[in-house]
């Protein structure tokens, strides 16, 4: 498998509910950066985790990263039908130009 | 908030024409980046540059492919002579080392 990579890859809930999103990458890492992406447009920037940091949060985002499992999670609390979209976990390598890897993203469905 | 911009939005092309797709990115950032998704797969990278040169490209970047910063504010990308399996959306984006990298809303590119 590649670097980046997200499980599950669809996952569908209800409104108020929480969602947890998995990425695994294969390399040392700088940092880990998650996207959102609705259908057809542009990646919105969510949130960035450096390697030397275990979890951060930003309103119903909290993201954790374990780099000894090259693992992070993304919670989104209390899920609004406006979280449907597809979420992407991003890494940047130290052996690269800071380029970003992306994963095959989790697609997800919150139903109203 | 400052952005990246993306034109077009969209365009169509035929096959064997060529194509340059434009961007702008924030104005204080110093690397840059093209990306591409085919429809329903996943964004891959194809180049980065840096100080007005290339400093890493994806296997996808092939010689049909060139970026160019023309001046001190446009980013662009141009394919020589497109192929069906060029359609795709592009996406620009921009950022320093190590920090958030920002996308633009994307170029849909539809060869025909």
């Known amino acids: 498998s590649q670097q980046g990579e997200e499980d599950p890859q669809a996952l569908s809930i209800q409104e108020g509910e929480n969602a947890t999103m998995n990425c695994s990458y294969k390399?040392?890492?700088?940092?880990l950066q998650w996207y959102r992406q609705n259908s057809g447009r542009g990646l919105v920037h969510l949130i960035l985790i450096r390697s030397n940091e275990r979890e951060k949060h930003s309103g119903r985002l909290r993201v954790t990263l374990d780099t000894s499992k090259k693992s992070s999670s993304l919670l989104i609390t209390a899920s609004r039908a406006a979280d449907t979209a597809s979420y992407f976990c991003a890494t940047d390598r130290t052996d690269s130009s800071y380029k970003l890897i992306f994963g095959s993203g989790t697609r997800l469905l919150v139903r109203p | 908030e400052p952005e990246v911009t993306q034109t077009p939005s969209h365009q169509v092309t035929q096959m064997g024409q060529e194509v340059i797709l434009r961007c702008v990115p924030i104005?204080?950032?110093?690397?840059f980046y093209w990306y591409r998704q085919i429809l329903g797969q996943k964004v891959e990278f194809l180049v980065s540059f840096y100080n007005n040169e290339i400093s890493e490209k994806s296997e996808i970047f092939d010689d049909q492919f060139s970026v160019e910063r023309p001046d001190g504010s446009n980013f662009t990308l141009k394919i020589r002579s497109t192929k069906l399996e060029d359609s795709a959306m592009y996406f620009c984006?921009?950022?320093?080392?190590?920090?958030?990298?920002?996308f633009g809303e994307g170029s849909w590119l539809t060869v025909v």
């Open positions: 104005s204080n950032h110093l690397y």
């Open positions: 984006a921009s950022g320093h080392a190590g920090n958030t990298i920002y």
């Open positions: 390399t040392s890492i700088n940092n």
